[in-house]
């Protein structure tokens, strides 16, 4: 029986070059697999093949844990005192032999392990090339996917999910798609193929434009709504060379090439800058942008666009603005120049009536420190006298006097507040919540608990530094008592 092991692995490594081990593996599995039907009970078995001599020893096996974790007898062992948890416990049994093994079962073991190595194989050789464009032919059509000859024996799979919508293929169309590798449970590597990643539209420029595969034109990034519109920004390495017009081509043959292979896909081509501001009002195109305000902290831009260009600037479904946030990395916020001056309004009156109950300054005073940049407690307090006397009608000792005001105000704010802490109502018994963000809810009179839970996203927006998707988290983790027993 020894030796037919030993021709069994020879005959099936020759047959399917494959190296030997990978069928000694199978054979040890199928040995494995008989062996547990001695049991009645769970099993682990474990087989071991010499590849010298063909010889093999089968084994039990048992894992050491604790007593708590205990649960199957027949492949856990409670750990003593001389084994580690963890551990294992092998005991030798005596061996099934291998010409009495079920063929049936022995062959879909050894069929499936050659199967799972000879894809291995094609995924190495083809691991050169993964995220580039390749052809194929449809060989397979399945409601869950296709497959799809790549020749030379080599096949991958094509989810209908990675397909551009509305496509349809059948047995025998070629195609174009980027080749990619997918892990397959308990089946190991898969080559795959995608027509709806952003990569497909790259591929299918670099084909169409010489300047990009000759790198004198760089693609920076790309945003794609597949089978709707993509928008790609461009760089020129060469500053002779329009990186738009060569990508468009003569008379736009180059652009509508691709945009055919992608069913019609609109396509924006654009300029890339390393200005995030100066890229997305190129990525926004003819929309009229009157102001962008970043927030670096947050990555987020602020974008204030004229009435008249709101609904473009936006786009069907929010396309556009989605499209331009995945181009310059950054979150926005699109609104019309009416609704900006509003919520300015309405913040510069709020920072106002802090001013002036803190510092008990008049309304002139504090809108002068607005209107200078000085729109809280903290940029008052952490300024140098030279910078607030630099204002026209401040000197030395009215700087002087409202910094050491401001920080006697937030001094006694953090006391107030750290005295607090604790009491389930503070603010800082909010899960998660900093004294620096506490300090400025409490500026803007949310002094406790209840008042966080009770502000809608909205009204926190308007008068904290804070995103929408923060601020209905910080909310609803200031409203978590309400939904305890």
């Known amino acids: 029986m020894q030796k037919e092991i030993l021709l069994v692995a020879e005959?099936?490594?020759?047959?399917?070059?494959?190296?030997?081990?990978?069928?000694?593996?199978?054979?040890?599995?199928?040995?494995?697999?008989?062996?547990?039907?001695?049991?009645?009970?769970?099993?682990?078995?474990e087989v071991v093949i010499d590849h010298n001599t063909g010889d093999y020893?089968?084994?039990?096996?048992?894992?050491?844990?604790?007593?708590?974790?205990?649960?199957?007898a027949g492949v856990q062992i409670i750990q003593d005192e001389n084994n580690e948890l963890g551990s294992i416990k092998r005991e030798q049994v005596e061996n099934i032999e291998f010409g009495r093994i079920a063929a049936q079962a022995a062959k879909q073991v050894i069929v499936q392990k050659v199967r799972e190595a000879e894809r291995a194989q094609v995924v190495e050789k083809y691991r050169s090339v993964l995220g580039e464009l390749v052809n194929g032919t449809v060989k397979k059509v399945t409601r869950e996917f296709l497959i799809i000859d790549l020749g030379e024996g080599a096949e991958a799979i094509l989810s209908r999910n990675e397909l551009i919508p509305g496509e349809v293929f059948r047995i025998g169309d070629r195609l174009r798609a980027v080749l990619q590798e997918e892990e397959r449970e308990n089946r190991g590597p898969q080559l795959a193929l995608s027509r709806k990643c952003p990569e497909m539209v790259g591929e299918l420029f670099k084909l169409e434009v010489p300047e990009i595969s000759e790198q004198v034109i760089e693609i920076k990034a790309i945003a794609r709504d597949p089978g709707s519109r993509t928008k790609i920004a461009v760089k020129t390495n060469d500053n002779r060379i329009d990186p738009v017009g060569a990508?468009?081509?003569?008379?736009?043959?180059?652009?509508?090439?691709?945009?055919?292979?992608?069913?019609?896909?609109?396509?924006?081509?654009?300029?890339?800058?390393?200005?995030?501001?100066?890229l997305l009002i190129n990525s926004m195109g003819p929309v009229e942008i009157t102001s962008i305000i970043l927030d670096e902290a947050k990555g987020s831009m602020d974008v204030v666009v004229t009435q008249d260009t709101l609904a473009q600037a936006i786009g069907k479904s929010?396309?556009?603005?989605?499209?331009?946030?995945?181009?310059?990395?950054?979150?926005?916020?699109?609104?019309?120049?009416?609704?900006?001056?509003?919520?300015?309004?309405?913040?510069?009156?709020?920072?106002?009536?802090v001013l002036m109950d803190r510092l008990d300054v008049d309304a002139d005073l504090a809108e002068t420190l607005i209107a200078?940049?000085?729109?809280?407690?903290?940029?008052?307090?952490?300024?140098?006298?030279?910078?607030?006397?630099?204002?026209?009608?401040?000197?030395?000792?009215?700087?002087?006097?409202?910094?050491?005001?401001?920080?006697?105000?937030?001094?006694?704010?953090?006391?107030?507040?750290?005295?607090?802490?604790?009491?389930?109502g503070d603010l800082m018994s909010v899960e998660g919540m900093e004294m620096a963000l506490a300090l400025e809810l409490s500026q803007k009179g949310i002094n406790d608990r209840e008042d966080l839970a009770e502000q809608s996203i909205e009204e926190l927006t308007s008068i904290i530094d804070i995103s929408e998707e923060d601020a209905g988290d910080l909310i609803m983790r200031a409203r978590a008592h309400w939904f305890e027993d």
């Open 318 to 353: 929010g396309q556009n603005v989605r499209l331009s946030s995945q181009i310059t990395g950054w979150k926005l916020n699109v609104l019309d120049q009416e609704t900006a001056d509003e919520q300015s309004q309405e913040k510069s009156e709020s920072i106002s009536t």
């Open 372 to 424: 200078n940049g000085f729109n809280s407690l903290e940029s008052i307090s952490s300024s140098a006298v030279e910078d607030l006397s630099s204002i026209e009608g401040f000197d030395d000792d009215i700087s002087d006097l409202l910094i050491n005001r401001a920080k006697e105000v937030l001094i006694t704010m953090a006391m107030e507040i750290s005295t607090d802490e604790g009491d389930s």
């Open 247 to 278: 990508c468009v081509g003569m008379r736009g043959s180059r652009v509508q090439a691709v945009s055919n292979e992608l069913g019609n896909e609109r396509l924006d081509i654009v300029i890339w800058d390393d200005d995030p501001a100066q």
């Open 11 to 45: 005959a099936v490594s020759g047959e399917k070059g494959l190296p030997q081990e990978a069928i000694f593996e199978a054979i040890e599995q199928a040995l494995a697999t008989a062996t547990k039907k001695r049991y009645e009970d769970n099993s682990n078995i």
């Open 57 to 72: 020893e089968t084994f039990r096996v048992w894992e050491y844990v604790a007593e708590e974790d205990f649960e199957d």
